[in-house]
């Protein structure tokens, strides 16, 4: 009576998946499917098989819950829609802005083939938001700030290693301690992009390269790191190996509000996370919430759900009666 | 179309709904209900009417939920279950050891009636045991940990004013700084009691006592304080109503686990609270909540839930396209 999972796609987040998928025993890997040719692909998982993701169709009545594992940017607006058609689905679809677009063609998909979908899960989005949910409900009259870090952005990495010269980069966004303290204390102070956060760049240039431009570029680059102080220090590959080499991340969601009569009592709510692993991390809320996927399709539901729509009790493996008398 | 909330017992707890309601531009005040001579209590809505509590069923057809603002002993046990077989209820339940057969009684008369009754609402147990469920369905392999404080415990108190000598105390827990620092660097420590909390006593002695005794007395208390290292300062009315007159409190739910294939990453998830009153935090939780009974209601669910059996969306006055779009 195993939860049957299936990875599609196997990379960092695949890997995560497949090893939080041991440290949950109502589940089993069942398949991982790849775009690459599967016999190139080696997985930590014995007895389990690799498949071309061409043949997925063929799996449908041996998995429960398709959990994908690529990118926001071009993989999940055409897969999750596409698979939401054969199997209960679940992404980390995290392009806030095209969340509505994604949410819309999940659920006609998953509506119209009787399966859930639950799309936009991790931690922001996922824990963040339901955080700042939480927090607005409880204190409508306030404030919420979201940090993140100190962690690597990968986007911001990625950035920093297309310009000329630049062999190599690793990219930290930095949460402002001065900005979060005022936030903590119930300031409500009104904050620029600039106060929140601060980048720090660690950057391997090739030989004879003018560090002099490729650090000015680096600051001066519109979107990434213009509207923010930035710090960039020229290392050597093997130092960016020895020290940088982690994808740790983190954050903080905090509500500050008011409420009395005369709204003369502050609350402060803080969540906050630091994680050594990022991507690890990421694939444990997944496989909490395939879970959960797994059970709303058992009751008859169907469409798109995101971490809002999900009673908190689907995503743990003990009965409720058991909840209320641990965790109550 | 505004909820209609009903308060059931006018005393902090009911205050703070009442300031809450205002707070929320989709409900209203319809009746408070009281014990005592109804012309005798003054509340601070114009127009609403406050009626005994025996005069509860008149107005069923007037409100929508019920808020139970009683306490845990002996108020709520019997309240609960009672109103709710007229009533869609919501109390604040927090015994925790009794909150089984509390929710099998308040799930039979909900039932039999045709109503929701949400129990336990607040933020311990409530928004505590969310993050209780959270942290440890996303790390199964970790440990959590609870922390209160700083803040009034109102027993604890209690417990001071019933010695000989004594004319008013107030007793404030507090975690212990290392004890929480280990927590979150992820030691996972094994923490006694006395290693997690200290206790500190505020107390107005009666003219002439022996001080001596008292404190004894206090220090040496079983269940109470003897497990604890516990202060006392003796202090003047006058001090204690200057210093000590707020009812702030707070605290910390902290998971740390690991992940990865040979558990080589660790996480920290941390929660806190900072509040600056403690019924009215507690009321603003229960009126969220509040909303979420009213849509469950409205769906035609019936029978007891608890927090964890709430979707998070329930408790939002914005719609969930709304919520997506600007949470999520």
Tied chains: 1, 2.
């Excluded at 083939?113 to 204190?139: C, E, H, Q, T």
Aim: net charge negative; proline share 4%.
């Amino acid at each position: 009576m195993s939860i049957r999972i299936g990875i599609f796609g196997y990379g960092n987040l695949g890997r995560g998946v497949e090893s939080a998928i041991r440290q949950n025993e109502d589940m089993t890997l069942a398949a991982v499917f790849t775009r690459r040719a599967p016999e190139t692909l080696k997985i930590k998982t014995e007895g389990v098989p690799v498949l071309h993701a061409d043949e997925v169709e063929k799996m449908t009545s041996e998995i429960d819950v398709m959990i994908l594992c690529g990118g926001s940017a071009t993989d999940l607006p055409v897969q999750t829609p596409e698979l939401a058609r054969h199997f209960n689905v679940i992404d980390s679809f995290d392009t806030h802005a095209r969340i509505p677009e994604h949410f819309a063609a999940v659920d006609a998909a998953a509506k119209e083939s009787g399966k859930v979908g639950i799309i936009s899960v991790g931690w922001d989005p996922g824990m963040f938001s339901l955080n700042r949910l939480y927090g607005g409900a409880i204190l409508p009259d306030g404030e919420d700030y979201t940090f993140w870090g100190r962690g690597v952005s990968q986007g911001h990495s990625d950035a920093i290693r297309r310009i000329e010269g630049v062999r190599n980069a690793k990219q930290y966004t930095i949460p402002v301690d001065s900005a979060l303290e005022a936030v903590r204390r119930g300031d409500a102070p009104a904050l620029t992009t600039r106060e929140k956060h601060t980048r720090e760049c660690f950057v391997v240039a090739e030989e004879g390269a003018d560090l002099c431009r490729i650090e000015r570029e680096i600051k001066e680059m519109p979107n990434y790191f213009a509207d923010y102080d930035t710090t960039v220090h020229f290392i050597t590959e093997e130092e960016l190996a020895r020290d940088h080499s982690g994808i740790p991340h983190g954050g903080f969601v905090i509500r500050s509000g008011k409420t009395g009569f005369d709204l003369e009592n502050s609350h402060v709510i803080e969540y906050s996370l630091k994680l050594d692993s990022n991507p690890e991390f990421t694939a444990s809320v997944i496989v909490a919430y395939a879970r959960a996927a797994y059970r709303m399709a058992a009751e008859g539901q169907t469409g798109c759900k995101t971490v809002l729509d999900v009673p908190p009790a689907y995503i743990c493996r003990e009965s409720a009666d058991e909840l209320r008398r641990k965790l109550l």
